[in-house]
């Protein structure tokens, strides 16, 4: 069975700061991962995937998130945190077999950026 | 840009009521998905469904859950006899034919139980 954790409910950061937003997981095979941000009342958005290649991977918004296999983690990063992305983000992964397969979440991590 | 959209937005429904909810998935997607949310809990897979069938589904996907693609664009989540701990945010997502493609999530659709 795949899983994610999340192990910060909450990670304050101050606005210009850089911020990283932790995800480990556990799947059987190479993983697909992703993370998704969800802002008040409002949809799951996509921000960026790790499917194979380099473990660096470049988002949306100036997003970016590192694989490591060692450690299996997917951390989420920016260099310099805005106000504007203080939101709800949510780690996920996928088995690499199958469209129809489940994207399983982790609880999310509510991101503060304070002014 | 393309994106999948969901109606209603909220819905408010009595208990043991049936309730359908409606998802119009991007349009040359392939695979399509439920997932709910409770409010202040993690998102939860429901249900898959590919080439006209159920793929994959959970232990919440019960005998009072169905899904449906009736005309081609639809594609609908239906509840047979609503409880309390239905309610939730559910959410309708699709992807496209490349099985390395994210799932592309709508709004959500808000379904209040009373």
């Known amino acids: 069975a795949q899983s994610v954790a999340q192990p910060e409910d909450q990670v304050n950061v101050a606005e210009g700061n850089p911020l990283t937003v932790k995800c480990t997981y556990s799947v059987s095979g190479n993983p697909y991962l992703f993370w998704y941000v969800q802002y008040p009342n409002r949809g799951l958005q996509f921000l960026l995937k790790y499917i194979t290649g380099d473990n660096l991977v470049k988002g949306s918004y100036g997003f970016e998130a590192e694989f490591n296999k060692s450690q299996t983690s997917f951390h989420l990063k920016k260099p310099s945190a805005l106000v504007s992305d203080s939101a709800l983000y949510f780690c996920?992964?996928?088995?690499?077999?199958?469209?129809?397969?489940?994207?399983?979440f982790g609880i999310g991590t509510k991101l503060q950026v304070i002014p | 840009e393309p994106e999948v959209t969901q109606t209603p937005s909220h819905q408010v429904t009595q208990m043991g009521q049936e309730v359908i909810l409606r998802c119009v998935p991007i349009?040359?997607?392939?695979?399509f998905y439920w997932y709910r949310q409770i409010l202040g809990q993690k998102v939860e897979f429901l249900v898959s469904f590919y080439n006209n069938e159920i793929s994959e589904k959970s232990e919440i996907f019960d005998d009072q859950f169905s899904v449906e693609r009736p005309d081609g664009s639809n594609f609908t989540l239906k509840i047979r006899s609503t409880k309390l701990e239905d309610s939730a945010m559910y959410f309708c997502?699709?992807?496209?034919?490349?099985?390395?493609?994210?799932?592309?999530f709508g709004p959500g659709t808000r379904l209040t139980v009373l």
């Open positions: 996920a992964v996928r088995p690499p077999s199958g469209g129809y397969q489940k994207v399983t």
């Open positions: 349009s040359n997607h392939l695979y």
């Open positions: 997502a699709s992807m496209g034919r490349d099985s390395h493609n994210e799932q592309f």
